[in-house]
């Protein structure tokens, strides 16, 4: 299954919102993860089953989709948040990633 | 709290053997499952394999033939073994935790970097 992400890019500011697209190439149901990448950090699992928060992970995040089409949405971001995400579909094998969606500062 | 840690060479020349191995803390890999994830320069991620609570094993087709993952339980330890690297071997690597029946990963190592060079 193949995972199309976009942006691979996004600048926004303090506050604003923001979300992160993941199509993937067939239906994977709702089998899908959200990650967040820091330098120096281990990768924090976010979301899981499309839509669930992982414990711990802030109520601005939220995840949506079924499907072929999954969204990652920020609200009122703060500085933390500026990072890099990957979507990963875990419906079948081989488990398959996004190509990562970089969030800078404005 | 579960931490897992990755070591081995950050430089391996080509034809050789790539051996990592992972060291987790605060819970038994005797549960669970326990993959090997890569990064590449330019930011792809790949699947690579795991291995189950029961030692079972799965594996990404395009590795197949050159991958293995294997564990210690006594020493709580997991790795990998990739035979006949070349240069597009260079990766970040990760070890990571895989949630029971679901296989996406809830904890992972910080990762290392293996460069594939003469």
């Known amino acids: 299954v193949q995972m199309t992400q976009s942006p691979s890019y996004l600048a926004a500011s303090p506050g604003e919102s923001v979300s992160i697209s993941c199509k993937a190439s067939?239906?994977?149901?709702?089998?899908l993860a959200w990650y967040q990448e820091k330098p120096g950090k281990a990768n924090k699992l976010l979301i899981h089953?499309?839509?669930t928060l992982q414990s711990g992970t802030p109520s601005r995040f939220s995840g949506s989709g079924s499907g072929t089409d999954f969204t990652l949405t920020i609200r009122s971001l703060e500085s933390e948040d500026f990072a890099v995400y990957y979507c990963?579909?875990?419906?079948?094998?081989?488990?398959?990633f996004g190509s990562g969606t970089k969030l800078e500062i404005k | 709290e579960v931490q897992l840690q990755e070591s081995g060479p950050g430089l391996v020349k080509p034809s050789q053997s790539l051996s990592l191995t992972c060291s987790v803390t605060g819970y038994s890999i005797t549960s669970n499952y326990w993959g090997w994830i890569r990064k590449f320069p330019g930011n792809k991620m790949e699947w690579m394999g795991y291995i189950s609570y029961s030692g079972s094993t799965s594996y990404n087709p395009s590795l197949k033939s050159r991958i293995s993952i294997t564990r210690d339980t006594s020493k709580n330890q997991f790795f990998l073994q990739l035979n006949s690297v070349t240069t597009e071997d260079t990766a970040t690597y990760y070890c990571a935790r895989g949630k029971l029946g679901r296989y996406y990963f809830d904890y992972w190592g910080q990762g290392v970097m293996v460069t594939v060079s003469s």
């Open positions: 990963q579909q875990y419906n079948e094998y081989p488990l398959t």
């Open positions: 089953s499309g839509s």
């Open positions: 067939k239906s994977i149901s709702n089998n």
